[in-house]
């Protein structure tokens, strides 16, 4: 088992910049892969971000890429997501996810049933 909880949400002015913290603990978080998924009201929950287990790996959706950053700390247990020149249509719940998966696949971790364990989300709310 994997408990996750995100932190670091909050309102920020378009442009702005937010830095969303995921720690897990239970099971050891360097044989997870990590994942960023967000979801608005009245849409699909959608992918964000994947990092392998040592990040060195990383992965982003088209419409967050050159402004979000996902990295982790293996010692801290903790993956982050920095969030630069944010937009308006970037408000939406941000969720954390890990994957007991052994191989790391780019393209398949854009998927949420590639995902094991879920956070409980942390609003984001970006003004125009």
């Known amino acids: 088992q994997v408990q996750l909880v995100e932190s670091g949400g909050g309102f920020v002015h378009a442009v702005g910049s937010l830095r969303l913290s995921c720690a897990a603990s239970?099971?050891?978080?360097?044989?997870?892969?990590m994942g960023w998924f967000r979801q608005a009201p009245g849409t699909e929950r959608e992918f964000v971000s994947a990092?392998?287990?040592?990040?060195?790996?990383?992965d982003y959706a088209d419409s967050v890429k050159g402004r979000y950053t996902i990295s982790r700390d293996n010692a801290k247990n903790t993956v982050y997501l920095e969030m630069n020149s944010l937009k308006p249509e970037d408000t939406a719940v941000y969720y954390c996810?890990?994957?007991?998966?052994?191989?790391?696949?780019?393209?398949?971790?854009?998927?949420?049933?590639?995902?094991?364990?879920w956070g409980q989300g942390t609003q984001v709310t970006v003004s125009s």
């Open positions: 990092s392998c287990r040592s990040g060195g790996s990383t």
């Open positions: 996810a890990a994957s007991r998966r052994l191989f790391y696949s780019g393209s398949a971790y854009y998927m949420t049933t590639a995902y094991d364990y």
């Open positions: 239970g099971r050891t978080f360097s044989s997870v892969i």
